[in-house]
């Protein structure tokens, strides 16, 4: 079966799913991140081998003087190693560019596509719903999980000028329904990038589904905007 990731960042969901015995593509548009992704995939090394330091500019809510000089070693698991010993490790990819023009063109490739902390990085999320129903199967599997920040609205920093489709699940829920039968669906907290032991801790209120393609044709376009 083929997975796909869009959004992967630093390729760890990539890296699990193919861990477990799939094809697992990742893409990404961040150049930071793809450059992030080849050293943790192909230079990395032995497990716990590199020491960062990553709380060194996180200066908010610390108690004790020297708290932002806490080290981290990574990573928690060689990519080289899963790869060399572990007969079950499917196959591994990576894509580079923006999600809707790279698979634009592709048709029913995948069997399922993972979106984690993805769908509220499109301009237009109409086009997102409906190039991953087009890039699925029959059945084909989409789980998602993550916020609704809308990245590129002015009140998350983006531009006021730019183009940004900001909607509620209320709004969104019937989009994905038009090609998807909804089987899971609630709410997950998550923690994301918490840099202090006391006081600041970042909580987002994580939309969780899993839905199933259905045979409804893929109707309607969008003008590419980013």
């Known amino acids: 079966p083929r997975v796909l990731t869009p959004g992967s960042g630093l390729g760890r969901l990539t890296f699990e799913a193919a861990r477990r015995g799939y094809f697992a593509e990742g893409n990404e548009f961040s150049y930071h991140m793809l450059l992030g992704t080849a050293w943790i995939l192909n230079e990395s090394g032995a497990a716990l081998s590199t020491?960062?330091?990553?709380?060194?500019?996180?200066?908010?809510?610390?108690?004790?003087?020297?708290?932002?000089?806490?080290?981290?070693?990574?990573?928690?698991?060689?990519?080289?190693?899963?790869?060399?010993?572990?007969?079950?490790?499917?196959?591994?990819?990576?894509?580079?560019?923006?999600?809707v023009e790279v698979y634009k063109d592709q048709l029913q490739e995948w069997d399922a596509v993972l979106t984690a902390f993805f769908i509220d990085t499109a301009h237009n999320i109409f086009a997102y719903v409906r190039i991953i129903a087009q890039l699925l199967r029959p059945a084909g599997l989409w789980a998602n999980v993550g916020p609704l920040l809308w990245h590129y609205a002015p009140s998350s920093g983006g531009s006021h000028d730019c183009v940004s489709v900001e909607l509620s699940w209320e709004e969104l829920r019937p989009a994905i329904e038009r090609y998807f039968v909804i089987k899971e669906l609630n709410q997950q907290d998550a923690h994301y990038t918490d840099g202090s032991r006391a006081g600041r801790k970042r909580l987002y209120r994580?939309?969780?589904?899993?839905?199933?393609?259905?045979?409804?044709?893929?109707?309607?376009?969008?003008?590419?905007?980013?």
């Open 206 to 226: 994580c939309l969780h589904f899993v839905a199933t393609r259905n045979s409804a044709p893929i109707e309607g376009q969008s003008k590419t905007v980013w």
């Open 51 to 99: 020491t960062i330091f990553p709380y060194v500019l996180d200066v908010a809510g610390r108690v004790q003087m020297h708290e932002g000089l806490r080290s981290v070693c990574i990573p928690d698991v060689s990519p080289a190693e899963e790869c060399a010993t572990s007969s079950k490790f499917g196959n591994i990819s990576m894509r580079s560019g923006e999600f």
